[in-house]
């Protein structure tokens, strides 16, 4: 399997080791910028501003974490590589968000409706970060 991945997509199974522990401090960082968000920002700001600007910052930190791993490993990575990362960092999020959603009882719609940037909510910029951002690092570094 491993050497079919490799043939026909350009992908070593084995290069997925050190983004799952990125994403790993990804999700860390993230959770403490929601804490962040709860106990500091929330007190100046209202519930929308607060979330607006939390999701600024946790784009800003994907950005500096996905830079300063792509500028160190990038060239290790392959363009198929780089967007399996982009997808597999995206849909450990997007999973993560759901399974706490779910432990805090948050109704489904609930949390489908912070992807909802007709009604304003901005997250959507969260997961578009960490889906484009291997390949933006990639291109760039």
């Known amino acids: ?43 100046r700001y209202s519930e929308r501003r607060a979330h607006r600007i ?30 399996a990362i982009g997808v597999g960092w995206t849909a450990l999020t997007v999973g993560f968000e759901f399974l706490v959603g779910h432990l805090e009882d948050t109704p489904v719609e609930e949390t489908i409706g912070q992807y909802d940037v007709r009604a304003g909510e901005v997250w959507i910029a969260v997961p578009l970060t960490l889906l484009l951002s291997p390949l933006l690092f990639g291109w760039l570094l």
């Open 1 to 43: 399997m491993d050497a079919l991945l490799q043939s026909t997509w350009g992908i070593d199974p084995g290069a997925f080791a050190l983004p799952a522990i990125v994403w790993l401090v990804l999700a860390v960082t993230a959770v403490a910028n929601g804490i962040f968000r709860e106990t500091v920002l929330t007190a």
């Open 54 to 83: 939390s999701t600024a910052m946790l784009v800003a930190i994907i950005l500096t974490i996905a830079g300063l791993y792509f500028a160190s490993f990038g060239e290790a990575h392959t363009l198929a590589e780089r967007l």
